[in-house]
């Protein structure tokens, strides 16, 4: 079983709310000194806390950023262009081509 025998105070630089995290010392050393990857350092940490550390960022904050996001883009995804860009004359279909002669 790993130490957690250091606590670091990450404050979300959103919401200013603070979240006490708390990591092997050796493992804290390594992430933040010799250039090794969180999810190498901590893989006993959620992958929300890791992101805590890397920006500080809390889980309801990123959530409110780009949770909601991702679900539109998936459920407004269709293969057909908008009809808005077609009466502009866009086409995003134009410079593409079939390369199999």
Partial sequence: MTNLDTMIICSC????????IYVNGEDYFNWSCKGVLAQDAFPYLSADERESLISGICSECWDDMFGEEEE??????????????????????????????
């Fill in 13 to 20: 630089p959103i919401c200013g709310k603070e979240r006490g």
């Fill in 72 to 101: 539109e883009e998936e459920n407004n995804w269709d293969d057909e262009p908008d009809d808005d860009y077609l009466e502009m004359g866009f086409n995003p279909y134009e410079g593409c081509y079939d390369w199999d002669c």
